[in-house]
């Protein structure tokens, strides 16, 4: 493994960006009816606010994203991880609306979360941190959009545990949105996609050095369970052709089979480089809070067993992207979404793109995508005559 920076709660305070706490410091009530508060939400912005502060586009992140969706990454040191959509001129313009990308309740970034101190007792919450649901991200995520003073979003977009959050919004903040593009995305999880986070937080909390979820006051760092953890959900992410295409069977810096349990294969030291470098970037307590905030939501259950109630009289317009090689968030749970809106008699589009990049085809060079998803935007902006 390699070398591990600076442990996240050290770095968290330091971080480049905007940052606001809500509601006065008042504590706000959670889903499960536990309270927490003070809660700060870190956000990046790009783009210019309009006189009429109607060109708000709100991007919600992934699992392992964050707010630094454009720019080169304070971490990493790397480009955003939507520099492909999020721009001047591209389909997010930044030249035409004011985007804005807050972390998520319970990240690791700046947002509170497990790795941020408890103000009630001076010291980090570990898992004293409170369960948290993919409805209170986005409550904390409208009560930023009310301390920004933007009462209506012209578009809420976003992919994977994202496109969850989109649906949130529209479901519950409806009056508030005026188009949502959820990609790769769904209204449940399914007990496939349950099982493989329960496999990278059961690889966390059997390292030694996860401590109960404290780590943070024995100065440890679970990095060996974050790494595997990473590595498995990675899998997940793509697709047995890209995989193939990338590395097929070749041998790692070697002519011939070690015949022992060192990476022999391409394939493999990719997974672990994937391991090493994110236990740099994301605290091991938040992965696990996040993850269980997706297995909980299921928008069906919440509106009595049938979807189409979420969206009972919605004016929201939607648009839903699949991939044709995704299976983790496979095109049958967006035609699932599809119809339910269709029962609704709301506006939707759909759209299932051809790509054998797998389920992390929304993050990469997807010209069709790209396409789709900046028609659909153009078109509601000149809709409102932005």
């Known amino acids: 493994m390699t070398q591990a920076g600076p442990a996240i709660h050290e770095i968290q305070e330091s971080l480049p960006g905007h940052r606001v706490v809500l509601r006065d410091g008042a504590d706000i009530t959670l889903e499960s009816g536990a309270t927490l508060g003070p809660v700060t939400v870190a956000y990046q912005t790009w783009g210019t606010l309009n006189e009429d502060r109607s060109n708000v586009v709100l991007i919600c992140h992934a699992l392992t994203g964050d707010q630094y969706a454009v720019g080169t990454h304070p971490i990493t040191g790397k480009d955003g991880w939507w520099e492909s959509m999020v721009g001047p001129g591209k389909p997010i313009d930044t030249d035409r609306f004011f985007v804005v990308c807050p972390n998520c309740l319970g990240g690791c970034m700046g947002t509170t979360g497990p790795a941020a101190v408890n103000p009630k007792t001076g010291e980090l919450y570990g898992t004293n941190f409170p369960v948290i649901t993919i409805r209170d991200m986005v409550n904390a995520q409208v009560m930023l959009m009310d301390e920004l003073g933007i009462e209506k979003i012209l578009c809420v977009v976003g992919g994977s545990m994202g496109g969850m959050q989109v649906l949130e919004w529209a479901a519950r903040h409806r009056e508030r949105v005026e188009s949502a593009v959820c990609?790769?995305?769904?209204?449940?999880?399914?007990?496939?996609?349950?099982?493989?986070?329960?496999?990278?937080?059961?690889?966390?909390?059997?390292?030694?050095?996860?401590?109960?979820?404290?780590?943070?006051?024995?100065?440890?760092?679970?990095?060996?369970?974050?790494?595997?953890?990473?590595?498995?959900?990675?899998?997940?992410?793509?697709?047995?052709?890209?995989?193939?295409?990338?590395?097929?069977?070749?041998?790692?810096?070697?002519?011939?089979?070690?015949?022992?349990?060192?990476?022999?294969?391409?394939?493999?030291?990719?997974?672990?480089?994937?391991?090493?470098?994110?236990?740099?970037?994301?605290?091991?307590?938040?992965?696990?809070?996040?993850?269980?905030?997706?297995?909980?939501?299921?928008?069906?259950?919440?509106?009595?067993?049938?979807?189409?109630?979420?969206?009972?009289?919605?004016?929201?317009?939607?648009?839903?992207?699949?991939?044709?090689?995704?299976?983790?968030?496979?095109?049958?749970?967006?035609?699932?979404?599809?119809?339910?809106?269709?029962?609704?008699?709301?506006?939707?589009?759909?759209?299932?793109?051809?790509?054998?990049?797998?389920?992390?085809?929304?993050?990469?060079?997807?010209?069709?995508?790209?396409?789709?998803?900046?028609?659909?935007?153009?078109?509601?902006?000149?809709?409102?005559?932005?």
Not at 194 to 223: S, T
Not at 251 to 260: A, E, I, T, V, W
């Open 183 to 386: 990609i790769a995305g769904a209204a449940r999880h399914s007990a496939q996609n349950i099982a493989f986070h329960e496999v990278g937080r059961q690889a966390i909390m059997a390292d030694p050095d996860w401590c109960n979820g404290l780590y943070y006051k024995e100065g440890k760092r679970p990095e060996s369970g974050l790494s595997v953890a990473r590595m498995a959900a990675h899998i997940t992410y793509l697709s047995e052709p890209a995989l193939w295409r990338k590395f097929g069977r070749s041998l790692q810096d070697r002519f011939n089979k070690s015949y022992g349990f060192d990476a022999d294969f391409q394939v493999e030291s990719y997974l672990r480089h994937q391991g090493s470098t994110f236990v740099n970037r994301f605290d091991a307590n938040a992965y696990l809070y996040i993850t269980r905030a997706m297995d909980y939501f299921d928008l069906e259950t919440e509106f009595d067993g049938d979807l189409a109630n979420a969206w009972k009289d919605i004016e929201t317009r939607f648009l839903l992207v699949s991939f044709t090689s995704d299976w983790l968030f496979p095109t049958s749970e967006s035609k699932e979404v599809v119809r339910s809106l269709n029962r609704a008699g709301a506006n939707v589009s759909f759209v299932e793109i051809e790509s054998d990049k797998g389920h992390d085809a929304f993050l990469l060079d997807e010209p069709d995508l790209f396409a789709t998803a900046g028609g659909f935007i153009d078109s509601v902006a000149r809709e409102a005559g932005i």
